[in-house]
C-alpha cells in the first residue's frame, strides 16, 4: 500500500483548492466571529496551513499582532505569500511542531491574548500537550478558540459512519476491525469539553455552525493528495487496485457523490475556552 503524503506534498494543491473554493475561510470566518478579537490582541493561531484563517485574524487585529505556526514549510512559505499578497503587515509566521509550542515560543510567555485553531484540532497526536503549551503562552484568562467537524464530535455521525465503513469493507471480503480508530474509519470520539477542563481551561462557548457548498467543491476537497491518500492507510488490508472502488462506494453510500444532490451542508462546532489562574 502506497505511503500517505505529508502536508508539505500536497500544499500547492490544498491551496489552489482554497483559491476556487474558500472552503477554510468558511469556516474560520464563523470561528472568527464568535471569538470577536479586540482590535489590538495579541493571537497565536496553531496550523494555520495557507492562511485562510490568519488573513481574517490580521484584519481583525489591525492594531496586534499575529503569531501563525505550521508544521509544514511547504505551507507555511505559501501562506507568507498569500498574507504578504494581501498586504497583512502584522502577522508572523513559525515552522514548527505545535506540541513544542513553549519551547519555539518560549521568549513570549504569558503574550497572548487568544490562541485560535481553524478546522485542525484534532490532528493534533497530543492534545493535551498543546492545551499545556498554550497554558504556558496565554495570559491569565486568555482564550482558546477552535473548529470541529462535525464528524469529529457527533456521536450519531461517527456511528453512522462507522456502519457504512463495516458494510463497503465487508462486501469486498476486507475484515473492517482492522481499521478501528483510523483517521477515515470511525475515530474514537474525544470529549472535549473534559479535555479542556482538565487542562486549566473553563468553556465559555460551545456553537454549532454551518454553511453549503457546491458539492463538486466537497470532490475536489477529497481529491487533495493528502487527503485522498488517507483512506486505508492505517492497514495493508486494502488492495490498491480496489482503494478508489472502496472510497467511491463510500462517497455515494454517505450521499457525498457530487452526481447525487447539488449541495454539501458543512458541519461544525465552535468551541470558545478561558484560560484559569
Not at 473554493?21 to 471569538?35: I, S
Not at 518560549?106 to 497572548?112: H, L, P, V, W
Amino acid at each position: 500500500m502506497s505511503k500517505p503524503l505529508s502536508w508539505d506534498t500536497s500544499a500547492h494543491e490544498y491551496n489552489s483548492f482554497e483559491k476556487e473554493w474558500h472552503f477554510y475561510e468558511k469556516v474560520a470566518r464563523g470561528l472568527v466571529n464568535t471569538l470577536e478579537p479586540r482590535p489590538d490582541c495579541k493571537i497565536l493561531e496553531l496550523a494555520c496551513g495557507t492562511g485562510a484563517c490568519t488573513a481574517l485574524l490580521a484584519s481583525s487585529c489591525k492594531q496586534g499582532e499575529v503569531v501563525a505556526i505550521d508544521q509544514s514549510q511547504n505551507m507555511v512559505e505559501i501562506a507568507r505569500e498569500n498574507l504578504s499578497n494581501s498586504g497583512s503587515t502584522n502577522v508572523s509566521f513559525v515552522t514548527g511542531e505545535v506540541g513544542q509550542l513553549a519551547n519555539l515560543l518560549r521568549e513570549k510567555s504569558q503574550f497572548f491574548d487568544l490562541a485560535v485553531c481553524n478546522s485542525a484540532f484534532w490532528h493534533f497526536p497530543d492534545q493535551r500537550q498543546v492545551l499545556n503549551n498554550l497554558h504556558y503562552l496565554l495570559k491569565n484568562y486568555g482564550r482558546f478558540g477552535f473548529s470541529l467537524s462535525d464528524w469529529y464530535t457527533s456521536e450519531e455521525s461517527s456511528e453512522a459512519y462507522r456502519k457504512i465503513i463495516q458494510e463497503v469493507l465487508s462486501k469486498h471480503g476486507i475484515d473492517p476491525s482492522k481499521f478501528a480508530g483510523g483517521a477515515m474509519y470511525g475515530r474514537e470520539r474525544v470529549d472535549f469539553v473534559h479535555l479542556l477542563e482538565t487542562s486549566g481551561f473553563k468553556v465559555i462557548k460551545d456553537e454549532h455552525y454551518e454553511f453549503e457548498m457546491p458539492a463538486v467543491a466537497r470532490a475536489a476537497w477529497m481529491g487533495i493528495p493528502v487527503f485522498a491518500s488517507r483512506v486505508g492507510k492505517r492497514s495493508d488490508a486494502i488492495p490498491d487496485n480496489v482503494r478508489e472502488e472502496i472510497r467511491s462506494e463510500i462517497r455515494k453510500v454517505r450521499g457525498d457523490d457530487e452526481t447525487n444532490r447539488e449541495t454539501w451542508k458543512s458541519k461544525w462546532r465552535i468551541l470558545v475556552a478561558e484560560k484559569l489562574d
